[in-house]
């Protein structure tokens, strides 16, 4: 069965929007229909991003700003909402990693990625709220998976992004009144993207991810677009608060354990 999803009329904005997944989830809203706009640091990137959304058909825009930066986020959302209008979904996907212990990385390298991933995200949210659509809107966060699964040489991605899960629950319960839902997506292992190729650098470790796969595929950057279409859809008007893993079956397995490593998958 193939479902298909019209977006047309429908506005997005994807804060972290022009690289890897979060570009992915903007072409996906592109190709459906809708007008979508991008944001991250670098304004060569936002202009790249809107050519590409717009060659899809889109009508696009972005901005510049860096999520650490309130007001600069906050201007950047103005802009945007004075040419579109009330966002109708809003997209916070941000985010910063890098591979070191606990011990072997600074305070400063630690806070750097709990500002980008946990209070930028709180930025992107209270930024945007006044041009949310009430009721109707709809937020998703992009989590992952070291919100829940501890990882070595990832304390700080770990905490920051657990951060994330629980204000979205939190933002869930206070938004309620106000009819906009708040769900995040945590994407698992996700094929072509920085994180996997930080996370997995070497054959071996992308064959101990792919065994520890219960689908026995990695995911695509279609697979996250479309999940967030659904969360954003009609289909959806009845979840909010929800954290949904969008993995394979990833956060289910035994992936965060050394004895995955030692079963194959069975078939």
């Known amino acids: 069965m193939e479902l298909t999803v019209n977006a047309r009329g429908v506005t997005v904005f994807v804060a972290g929007g022009t690289s890897g997944i979060n570009l992915g989830i903007a072409e996906g809203f592109a190709r459906a229909g809708a007008r979508v706009a991008v944001m991250s640091r670098s304004q060569d ?107 070595a040489l990832q304390a700080h991605v770990c905490a920051a992004k657990a951060g994330v899960d629980m204000l979205t629950r939190v933002l869930a319960l206070e938004w309620a009144k106000d009819g906009i839902r708040v769900n995040a997506i945590v994407p698992g292992a996700i094929a072509g993207t920085e994180g996997m190729a930080r996370l997995a650098p070497t054959d071996e470790a992308r064959s101990l991810v792919s065994r520890s796969l219960p689908l026995g595929r990695w995911g695509s950057l279609e697979d996250i677009a479309d999940a967030c279409m659904l969360l954003a859809s009609p289909l959806a008007a009845y979840v909010t608060g929800v954290v949904l893993p969008v993995d394979g079956g990833w956060s289910v397995s035994a992936a965060s354990t050394a004895m995955s490593a030692t079963f194959d998958r069975p078939g």
């Not at 990693?97 to 400063?108: C, D, I, T």
């Open 45 to 151: 990137k936002v202009a790249r991003a809107v050519e590409r959304l717009r060659a899809l058909g889109s009508d696009a825009a972005g901005g510049a700003a860096d999520v650490r930066d309130y007001e600069a986020t906050a201007g950047v959302l103005r802009a945007v909402h004075s040419q579109f209008g009330d966002f109708d979904v809003l997209v916070s996907g941000a985010a910063g990693n890098f591979l070191a212990s606990g011990l072997g990385m600074s305070p400063n390298a630690f806070r750097t990625v709990v500002d980008i991933d946990l209070i930028g995200t709180y930025h992107v949210l209270r930024a945007a709220h006044p041009m949310l659509r009430k009721p109707g809107a709809v937020v998703i966060n992009i989590s992952a998976p070291q919100s829940t699964m501890p990882m």
